[in-house]
């Protein structure tokens, strides 16, 4: 009688124990995933600020007269309203800086004022770690950049889907 109370009682144990080692597993996985796309975010990040953001990026402002490029927030809004999806996003962006063509273009206001973009040599990899990081929303806004957004569109495009 005690010995299957015993036998009970660790076979209770051994359950939670597996149960808990799946736990912490997929929890490791998931903090590992998170860290490989904020890393990939980091990446694209700095490589946005050494290719693009000299034309795209706070110099200028919201005063167009004053700027050599759109804003990249406002780049951002044209393209994803175009395409929604990640995956299509940046094969598009990739796709452009290959090769600038007006034909292609989401944003001709953009080639009559500024002129079409110049072709750079960007590696396409690069290129698409600063689209994905241009996607996931979180990046440099001129101030007014918001109130101009809601004003002219009448909504704030703050993350893919909102
Ligand atoms: C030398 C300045 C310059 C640099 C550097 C630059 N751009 Fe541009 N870009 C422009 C100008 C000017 C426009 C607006 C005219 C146009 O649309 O071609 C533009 C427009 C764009 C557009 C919208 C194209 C359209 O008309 O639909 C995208 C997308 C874009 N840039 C992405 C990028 C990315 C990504 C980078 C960095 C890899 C980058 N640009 C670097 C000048 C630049």
């Given at each position: ?13 051994r ?7 799946c ?7 998931v ?16 490589l ?49 800086v ?32 600063i ?23 009448g ?8």
């Open positions: 009688m005690q010995t299957t109370l015993l036998l009970a009682v660790t076979d209770v144990i359950v939670i124990m597996i149960n808990l080692i736990l912490l597993l997929t929890a490791g996985l903090l590992q995933t998170q860290a490989v796309l904020a890393s990939d975010d980091k990446a694209g990040e700095q946005y600020k050494a290719h693009c953001a000299s034309c795209h990026g706070l110099s200028g402002g919201m005063d167009m007269s004053k700027r050599i490029a759109p804003p990249i927030a406002g780049v951002r809004r044209h393209y994803l309203d175009s395409y929604p999806d990640r995956d299509s996003f940046v094969m598009i962006i990739a796709d452009w290959e090769n600038p063509d007006a034909g292609k273009s989401l944003m001709p206001g953009a080639i009559r004022r500024f002129n079409i973009m110049p072709r750079l040599t960007v590696d396409r990899q690069d290129v698409e770690k689209a994905a990081y241009i996607y996931q929303g979180d990046i440099e806004k001129p101030a007014g950049f918001d109130e101009h957004e809601e004003r002219m569109h909504r704030k495009h703050s993350k893919p889907g909102s």
